[in-house]
């Protein structure tokens, strides 16, 4: 079996010399595995299991029950079938002797909870719990705890809490606290029993090491930890008297600084895995923030973008500012010994696959079958020969609400400038240039905050897409670097594996032998540049005009909705 002694800086390795590690990046609907090599970087082998119960956003698998607007849940046991799956199916296409491998590192969806008992036991496999829906894994797009983060943020700004600008002055729903507090008042019960609320980050990790060590990236971005501290008891107990000890009982726990060993794998996990028992287990870490080391960005002032369904945007910087709407800076929280910063858009791939599953006539999809491309594929060819503008269209990318800089998720999705002569390709367009702007957005926020942001550096899935990378770089009017891995998240887990195995002194040295990126692979062209300004200061207008309190119409039409679907399905939700 392989050293992988804390610090060391050798390993054991076979024939050849080489040794590897697991980076395993579990994501909105599927979890993946990749081999890779220590030495480069190189990325061996590869395998997907998409997860068996996918997400519950409409009914409960387990019962059938319709869920509530804006619930999303998940069932744990997926995750460690992708251990059991994806691991070994990875190990087997690289070809390499497992004994060789020396660590595995995983990284998850934020902020990704899991109610459990005192041994890690997810409440839902606990029998009589399997009918409840707060017993399962609120994933990170559960937007239903909206009400309870508007009181922590009334609370919040009303008693001048100090951690309230750590997070450009408003909590989102999708974190701990706001779900949290939505368990205790929804399903007091369950709470109750509850022992641990635990970060999908952090879980995993217990399953591979049998031990439960809290990641301080999730501690610090999304469990309001700032200074060696949770809010306080008096300000919970402000909120809800019975929500106290929330802080205390359900989420303090041993912190474990990020690409450190948080243990060894189990003897349990490594016959799931088929590895070597013992070797060395990463903390646990989120797939946008553990993406910057894959993509050479360990340096202040620059942003990765982690594109894909939602997009994250993170980045380090030698310097404590308060940005309006960030979703948070923590020390350390991405690179030890920098301020990491993150920002977001709550949708980008899901709008655009959205528009593609509900929005596109039958002979669109008959021709791009019949040239042998996806919708997607045959949207972009239509869309990207026509003038910036052309289609006379600004959309606003809210569908699932905006992130950054609003922190909104009451907002929702329009488009203006419709009219009868407007074809599927125009709006596909504007729906990607909408993502666009809103990165901008984020982009300015930042600058004008004293945080500047110097290269641009995209990653995800959305990079496949030249066009959309192009009208990127147009509308920031910078270049756009672009990661050399189409694994970003999974590389970035396994170089933080080879950190924690001894294999690199840090984090920056493993990010320049073992991360990939191809600088300024897109360049903005002036023309297209000059005329997305005259488009962004619509979308401005938009952004500005319904997200900024002078029409709430967005916020009274989501009322409405969730009052009719109440009334139509009247099923307690705890029942």
């Not at 956003?57 to 409960?60: M, P, Q, R, S, V």
């Given at each position: 079996m392989?050293?992988?002694?804390?610090?060391s800086?050798?390993?054991?390795a076979?024939?050849g010399?080489?040794?590897?590690?697991?980076?395993?990046?579990?994501g909105t609907?599927?979890g993946r595995?990749?081999?890779?090599r220590?030495?480069?970087?190189a990325?061996?082998?590869a395998a997907?299991?998409e997860?068996p119960?996918?997400?519950m956003?409409?009914?409960?698998a387990?019962?059938?029950?319709?869920?509530?607007?804006?619930w999303?849940l998940?069932?744990p046991?997926d995750?460690?079938?992708?251990l059991?799956?994806?691991v070994?199916a990875?190990v087997?296409?690289a070809?390499?002797?497992p004994?060789?491998?020396?660590?595995?590192?995983?990284?998850?969806?934020?902020?990704t909870?899991?109610?459990t008992l005192?041994?890690?036991?997810p409440?839902?496999?606990?029998?009589?719990?399997?009918?409840r829906?707060?017993?399962?894994?609120k994933?990170?797009?559960h937007?239903?705890?909206?009400a309870?983060a508007?009181r922590?943020?009334?609370?919040?700004?009303a008693r001048?809490e100090a951690?309230?600008?750590?997070?450009?002055g408003?909590i989102?729903s999708?974190w701990e606290f706001?779900?949290?507090?939505q368990l205790?008042?929804e399903?007091?019960?369950?709470y109750?029993?509850?022992?641990?609320?635990v970060e999908?980050?952090?879980?995993?990790?217990?399953?591979?090491?049998g031990e439960?060590?809290r990641?301080?990236c999730t501690?610090?971005?999304k469990?309001?930890y700032?200074d060696?501290a949770?809010?306080?008891?008096?300000?919970?107990?402000?909120l809800?008297p019975?929500?106290?000890?929330f802080?205390r009982?359900?989420?303090?726990h041993t912190?474990?600084a990020?690409?450190?060993r948080a243990?060894?794998?189990?003897?349990?996990?490594?016959a799931w895995?088929g590895?070597?028992a013992?070797i060395?287990?990463?903390?646990?870490?989120?797939?946008a923030h553990?993406?910057a080391?894959a993509a050479?960005?360990?340096?202040?002032?620059q942003m990765v973008?982690?594109?894909?369904?939602?997009t994250?945007h993170?980045?380090?910087?030698?310097?404590?500012s308060?940005?309006?709407?960030?979703?948070?800076?923590?020390?350390?929280?991405i690179v030890a010994?920098?301020?990491?910063?993150e920002?977001g858009?709550?949708?980008v791939g899901?709008?655009?696959?959205w528009f593609v599953a509900?929005?596109?006539p039958?002979?669109?999809?008959?021709?791009?079958a019949?040239?042998?491309?996806?919708?997607?594929?045959h949207l972009?060819?239509?869309a990207?020969?026509?003038?910036?503008?052309?289609?006379?269209?600004?959309?606003l990318?809210?569908?699932s609400g905006?992130?950054s800089?609003?922190v909104?998720h009451?907002?929702s999705?329009?488009i203006?400038?419709?009219t009868l002569?407007?074809k599927?390709?125009?709006?596909?367009?504007?729906?990607?240039?909408?993502t666009a702007?809103?990165?901008?957005?984020i982009?300015?926020?930042?600058n004008?905050?004293g945080?500047?942001?110097?290269?641009f550096?995209?990653?995800g899935g959305l990079?496949r897409?030249?066009f959309?990378?192009?009208?990127?770089a147009d509308?920031?009017?910078?270049?756009?670097?672009?990661?050399g891995?189409?694994?970003?998240p999974?590389?970035g887990?396994a170089?933080?594996a080879?950190?924690?195995?001894g294999a690199?002194?840090?984090?920056?040295?493993?990010?320049a032998?073992?991360?990939?990126?191809d600088r300024?692979a897109?360049t903005?062209?002036?023309?297209r540049?000059?005329?997305?300004?005259?488009?962004?200061r619509?979308?401005?207008d938009?952004?500005?005009?319904?997200?900024?309190g002078?029409?709430d119409?967005?916020?009274?039409l989501?009322?409405?909705r969730?009052?009719?679907?109440?009334a139509?399905?009247?099923q307690a939700?705890?029942?």
């Open positions: 392989s050293d992988s002694t804390p610090g800086a050798t390993t054991s076979g024939a010399g080489d040794t590897y590690v697991i980076g395993v990046d579990y609907l599927s595995a990749v081999v890779v220590v030495s480069d970087g990325e061996l082998g997907t299991l997860y119960h996918a997400v956003d409409t009914t409960l387990a019962t059938g029950a319709q869920l509530p607007p804006e999303a998940q069932v046991s995750y460690v079938d992708v059991r799956s994806a070994p990875a087997r296409e070809g390499i002797d004994q060789d491998v020396v660590g595995i590192a995983t990284d998850f969806t934020a902020c909870m899991v109610p005192a041994d890690g036991t409440l839902n496999e606990v029998p009589g719990y399997e009918g829906p707060h017993a399962y894994v994933l990170w797009k937007h239903a705890a909206q309870q508007n922590i943020n009334e609370l919040a700004a001048g951690w309230l600008p750590r997070y450009g408003l989102s999708e706001a779900k949290g507090l205790l008042e399903d007091r019960e369950l109750d029993v509850m022992e641990h609320w999908a980050a952090d879980w995993i990790v217990w399953q591979l090491t439960y060590v990641n301080a501690a610090g971005y469990g309001i700032q060696g949770y809010p306080s008891e008096e300000f919970l107990a402000a809800n019975d929500f106290a000890g802080a009982d359900k989420v303090e912190i474990g990020l690409a450190s243990g060894s794998l189990s003897e349990e996990a490594a895995t590895l070597p013992g060395a287990v990463a903390v646990g870490n989120v797939d553990v993406t080391p050479q960005a360990t340096d202040p002032g973008a982690i594109m894909g369904t939602s994250c993170v980045m380090n910087s030698d310097r404590l308060e940005v309006p709407g960030m979703c948070g800076v923590v020390d350390g929280g010994g920098f301020y990491g910063y920002a858009q709550s949708g899901d709008i655009f696959a509900n929005q596109v039958g002979e669109i999809r008959d021709a791009a019949a040239e042998g491309l996806s919708v997607h594929e972009t060819g239509q990207q020969g026509e003038p910036v503008g052309a289609h006379g269209l600004v959309a990318d809210w569908h905006n992130r800089v609003l909104d009451e907002l999705g329009t203006v400038g419709l002569a407007t599927p390709h125009e709006v596909y367009r504007a729906l990607l240039e909408s702007f809103g990165t901008r957005k982009v300015e926020t930042f004008a905050s945080v500047p942001v110097t290269e550096v995209a990653a990079i897409n030249p959309l990378m192009q009208v990127y509308v920031l009017n910078m270049p756009i670097s672009v990661i891995s189409a694994q970003g999974a590389l887990s170089i933080h080879a950190v924690a195995a690199y002194e840090d984090i920056h040295a493993a990010a032998a073992m991360g990939h990126l300024a897109y903005p062209d002036p023309e540049a000059d005329a997305y300004d005259a488009l962004y619509e979308y401005t938009l952004h500005d005009y319904f997200g900024r002078t029409n119409v967005m916020h009274r989501k009322a409405l969730r009052a009719a679907r109440t139509a399905a009247p939700v705890s029942a």
